[in-house]
């Protein structure tokens, strides 16, 4: 009681001194390389794409460090009612959302079109590390307590596949069981579900839309239409490759000035920072990130709320996948899926949930004391 009562009655210098500035610094680096690397996508102007790329950074920079003093006992309170809303958004979404290249994902807010899917990612995270705060793991493992985020999983899940975005709905689908394999249910559920997958998969398949059926077969063998749907991931390969180690240096990225690499700007980012910065840069930005999960998992071990501690698990491990997702798929190691990588993709919605996301995270270190019953 004593810990939790100290924790309620910090002041604001003391909480602006529990801020992890490590971690902190590392999200501003990251800022910093995405506003060089939309520059360059702009040709070495400052155009729409960097405008719009540093104002949303700078808004949601300044939006994360305010948030990140609301106390974690009301990110506890309102994790249900944050679902709901995505949820909701959503819903509206796919019935009266903008249409771009055959997708309804997006809702016109004036000042940004919001892709709730992106906003699903967290939601899910903060509803599931509510539900399993205090539950045992025997009671977590009970089918009847096996439902319920089952139901609350498979529902934005449906929604996001039927905008179509099949990639988004496989990344909140995996931060979902990621957080079921944290609090504790065990392998069997997991064994079982992979064989029911890998036996559906054929029929699975036999639903999807062409041009993802399309990518699936390009993944396997991009030079069977080089100039079509293999077009993306061929010039994506040049571009690394040919950045070599120190890269051809900034602004001089010949994939990306003459216009050979789709896409650069959003999914294909780390494309172009590759071949500008080398692999040495492409390292450094893989340290960078690499501090930052590393950080999220440290804030979560000293944190006292298992509510806390689980979000920040359950974090670093979305963070880590998205990450993972996104550069093995411009390397051609996975099918495009349109994974955005953290922060450097252009891409309002994307940026606002994974600052929310820091946000939860710092909330978390600040009241590390407060214990969640």
């Not at 520059?39 to 949601?60: A, K, M, N, Q």
């Not at 492409?282 to 979000?311: E, N, T």
Request: hydrophobic share 50%; proline share 3%.
């Amino acid at each position: 009681m004593r810990h939790a009562s100290y924790s309620n009655q910090l002041t604001f210098f003391q909480k602006l001194r529990s801020i992890d500035y490590l971690l902190l610094f590392c999200i501003i680096l990251i800022g910093i390389a995405s506003w060089f690397a939309m520059y360059s996508t702009d040709g070495g102007e400052i155009l729409y794409h960097t405008r719009s790329h540093v104002i949303r950074f700078s808004i949601f920079f300044v939006m994360m460090i305010i948030l990140s003093f609301v106390n974690i006992k009301i990110w506890y309170s309102s994790a249900y009612f944050f679902y709901f809303i995505t949820l909701l958004l959503l819903f509206w979404a796919s019935l009266y959302g903008i249409t771009a290249s055959g997708s309804k994902r997006w809702i016109n807010l004036y000042f940004l079109n919001l892709q709730p899917s992106e906003l699903m990612k967290i939601a899910i995270i903060v509803c599931f590390a509510k539900y399993y705060n205090r539950m045992q793991v025997v009671s977590a493992n009970k089918l009847k307590n096996l439902l319920f985020p089952l139901l609350i999983l498979i529902l934005p899940i449906f929604l996001v596949v039927s905008q179509p975005d099949l990639g988004t709905s496989i990344l909140i689908a995996l931060s979902g069981l990621i957080v079921l394999w944290l609090a504790g249910i065990n392998i069997k559920y997991f064994i079982y579900s992979t064989l029911v997958f890998i036996i559906s998969a054929p029929f699975i398949i036999s639903f999807l839309k062409p041009y993802q059926k399309l990518r699936i077969l390009t993944f396997f063998n991009p030079d069977k239409d080089p100039l079509g749907a293999g077009y993306q991931i061929i010039q994506s390969k040049i571009a690394v490759g040919s950045g070599g180690l120190y890269g051809k240096g900034f602004l001089k990225g010949t994939q990306g000035y003459l216009e050979f690499l789709p896409e650069k700007h959003t999914d294909f980012i780390f494309t172009l920072f590759s071949e500008e910065f080398g692999f040495i840069g492409s390292v450094v930005i893989l340290l960078i990130y690499a501090v930052i999960i590393i950080r999220i998992l440290r804030i979560g071990s000293l944190s006292r709320s298992y509510f806390g501690r689980l979000f920040c698990y359950g974090f670093a491990s979305a963070i880590f996948i998205y990450i993972f997702v996104n550069m093995s798929m411009v390397l051609g190691l996975l099918p495009i899926v349109g994974s955005p990588l953290p922060i450097m993709s252009y891409g309002g919605s994307s940026m606002l949930a994974t600052m929310i996301g820091f946000a939860i995270v710092m909330s978390t270190k600040i009241y590390h004391n407060q214990f969640i019953t």
